[in-house]
């Protein structure tokens, strides 16, 4: 999760160059989660109806690179940040091979690691700049709309446009899957280009049960 209105995570190029320098091939490996979790582009799992294609980064140490050394040039300050997180010693681990890969493309990550509680407030105030987070995305969109709509108070990333806003209150009037779909895609493709969130994948479930038992179309 960025802080769109903290410098220089306010810099859509800064919030690119993370995304582009994460090998998520390499996040799996420390998770050891290859085959169960499944890579994401954005809040919705390829293989749901609602993804859409968007402009979201992919892996691209060099232009990474050349996004970080464009901000540097044009601003005089070196990209420098606070990346907050838990205290368990597997997710410090975790936290320092996403920081290791961010230095490889010239930014410095200073790692925080904090009890939930206490990170879950800095986010709800505002004051944090990159901090690890979950929840949002991967079902039914009407579901995010409280993260993404302007109007909530719970858009912590703080990005948000007025299209993105009409989009969200459209897509909850309607009831054609189609026509809901046409209205989240607006959302997507903000969210790709903006990249108030780097999406680190989502789990793959599977249910299993008798074939007399009823109502699991609600976990499609």
Same mark, same amino acid.
């Given at each position: 999760?960025?802080?769109?209105?903290?410098?220089?995570?306010?810099?859509?190029?800064?919030?690119?160059? %993370?995304?582009?320098?994460?090998?998520?091939?390499?996040?799996?490996?420390? +998770? /050891?989660?290859?085959?169960?979790?499944?890579?994401?582009?954005?809040?919705?799992?390829?293989? *749901?109806?609602?993804?859409?294609?968007?402009?979201?980064?992919?892996?691209?140490?060099? #232009?990474?690179?050349? +996004?970080?050394?464009?901000?540097?040039? !044009?601003?005089?300050?070196?990209?420098? $940040? !606070?990346?907050?997180? =838990?205290?368990?010693?597997?997710?410090?681990?975790?936290?320092? +091979?996403?920081? *290791?890969?961010?230095?490889?493309?010239?930014?410095?990550?200073? %790692?925080?690691?904090?009890?939930?509680?206490?990170?879950?407030?800095?986010? %709800? #105030?505002?004051?944090?700049?990159?901090?690890?987070?979950?929840?949002?995305?991967?079902?039914?969109?009407?579901?995010?709309?409280? /993260? $993404?709509?302007?109007?909530?108070?719970?858009?912590? *990333? #703080?990005?948000?446009?007025?299209?993105?806003?009409?989009? +969200?209150?459209?897509?909850?009037?309607?009831?054609?899957?189609?026509?809901?779909?046409?209205?989240?895609?607006?959302?997507?493709?903000?969210? #790709?280009?903006?990249?108030?969130?780097?999406?680190? =994948?989502?789990?793959?479930? =599977?249910? %299993?049960?008798?074939?007399?038992?009823?109502?699991?179309?609600?976990?499609?």
């Amino acid at each position: 999760l960025f802080n769109t209105l903290n410098a220089p995570l306010a810099d859509v190029r800064i919030r690119r160059a %993370i995304v582009m320098a994460t090998d998520m091939t390499r996040i799996f490996d420390y +998770l /050891d989660a290859t085959g169960v979790k499944q890579p994401t582009f954005g809040p919705y799992a390829t293989g *749901s109806f609602w993804y859409v294609e968007s402009d979201y980064p992919t892996y691209d140490l060099e #232009g990474a690179t050349a +996004l970080v050394e464009e901000y540097v040039a !044009e601003t005089g300050n070196a990209v420098e $940040f !606070e990346y907050a997180g =838990g205290q368990d010693p597997f997710i410090v681990g975790l936290m320092e +091979l996403y920081q *290791s890969m961010w230095a490889e493309a010239g930014m410095t990550a200073n %790692i925080v690691s904090r009890a939930q509680p206490e990170n879950i407030a800095a986010v %709800i #105030g505002g004051n944090y700049q990159v901090t690890m987070w979950g929840g949002v995305g991967g079902a039914d969109p009407d579901d995010d709309y409280d /993260d $993404f709509h302007s109007g909530t108070g719970l858009n912590f *990333s #703080g990005f948000n446009t007025p299209e993105v806003d009409a989009a +969200l209150e459209q897509g909850r009037a309607l009831s054609d899957p189609e026509a809901r779909k046409e209205q989240y895609a607006v959302l997507q493709e903000a969210l #790709g280009e903006q990249v108030p969130y780097l999406w680190a =994948g989502t789990n793959q479930y =599977g249910v %299993i049960a008798k074939s007399d038992v009823l109502g699991f179309g609600a976990f499609d």
